[in-house]
């Protein structure tokens, strides 16, 4: 019988299986499903799911999940989805013998160096420096950071919970954000504002200062999903010059991943380049690609002279994570052959 490799993406609101044969391209996987991660009650019986349909033989797994993975175990996934997750009870009950968990950010940061130009959307064309730090910053159902280090050889990604610092806000009206979020979040962080979790709490702030009605339309897209962050983009998110309620969320949404994104840059000096990777930056590029982001991401006191340098790409692949951990897999698997 012959051996597959299981490749998962599994985040906070969707997550996503694909099957690879041995040596094979890892942009070319055999199949893929995509599921509800909240819909189950476990990782395991997600896969065990998605796993009965085939009557396959797994030899090794790598799932990248929107979390800090250490010594093999996930002790906080998602705010909104409570699992445990762990290596050694995960090889039991699926009767994989080699399972890997990794953080989905080291998955991305992984294929930072084989995307190609098909694959990305330039905001800011800034100046290519070979073999220089790269940022990554993802802002998904959460936020996820990370950054790639030249070691002489190639990138070697480092992994970042920098998304959960402080939020520090820059302007009289992101104060007066942080004031509203206080009132019912005890700790505000860069991830509560920058996120899908976030977008309902800014929309919830406007609609405190302004004189306009809640838009009747996003209300109608809700249905009875009360899925509000997918209503506004969906409302907002292609329409960067109109003036509702939802394209408002947006512009401040953008200015605020700006000034993050700029940090990021910073601390890591990340003069390579930054890349805008999730699910949300995809769907939002007249936002990103507008004075919003970009005065935010420059607006760096007496560092800002460096800023325009940077190169600024937004990742439009929809399948980044499931490459870049399949990657990570036929990597450290010398039977495998890898064709980036």
Request: with cysteine.
């Amino acid at each position: 019988m012959n051996s597959y490799s299981l490749v998962a993406d599994i985040g906070g609101t969707k997550s996503e299986l694909a099957l690879f044969a041995q040596k094979k391209d890892v942009r070319k996987f055999l199949l893929k499903e995509r599921f509800v991660t909240g819909a189950y009650e476990s990782l395991e019986s997600l896969i065990s799911h998605f796993l009965k349909e085939y009557e396959l033989k797994i030899e090794a797994a790598v799932l990248a999940i929107a979390g800090p993975v250490i010594n093999g175990r996930v002790t906080l996934f998602s705010s909104n989805l409570p699992w445990e997750v762990d290596e050694a009870s995960l090889r039991e009950e699926l009767q994989i013998p080699d399972i890997e968990l990794i953080n989905d950010l080291r998955a991305v940061a992984g294929v930072l160096a084989h995307l190609q130009k098909e694959d990305l959307y330039t905001i800011n064309k800034g100046v290519e420096k070979a073999h220089e730090t790269l940022a990554v910053i993802a802002p998904g159902t959460g936020l996820g950071e990370a950054f790639l280090i030249w070691d002489g050889e190639g990138y070697k990604p480092c992994i970042s919970e920098g998304a959960h610092v402080n939020f520090g806000p820059r302007t009289d009206q992101e104060i007066e954000l942080l004031k509203h979020m206080k009132k019912s979040q005890d700790h505000v962080t860069y991830e509560s504002v920058c996120s899908g979790l976030g977008i309902p709490s800014i929309y919830e702030y406007l609609l405190t200062t302004s004189v306009k009605n809640e838009d009747s339309v996003i209300s109608n897209e809700l249905g009875d999903d009360f899925d509000l962050t997918r209503a506004i983009i969906k409302k907002a998110g292609q329409k960067e010059e109109s003036g509702g309620p939802a394209n408002e969320v947006l512009r401040l949404f953008a200015s605020i991943l700006g000034a993050e994104a700029g940090n990021l840059v910073l601390k890591t000096m990340a003069t390579g380049g930054l890349f805008l990777a999730g699910g949300i930056p995809p769907r939002i590029i007249p936002y990103l690609d507008s004075r919003a982001f970009l005065d935010s991401f420059l607006d760096k006191g007496v560092m800002a002279e460096m800023m325009p340098d940077i190169p600024i790409h937004i990742i439009t692949n929809p399948d980044t994570v499931i490459i870049g951990a399949a990657a990570h897999l036929f990597n450290k698997r010398k039977n495998h052959e890898i064709i980036p």
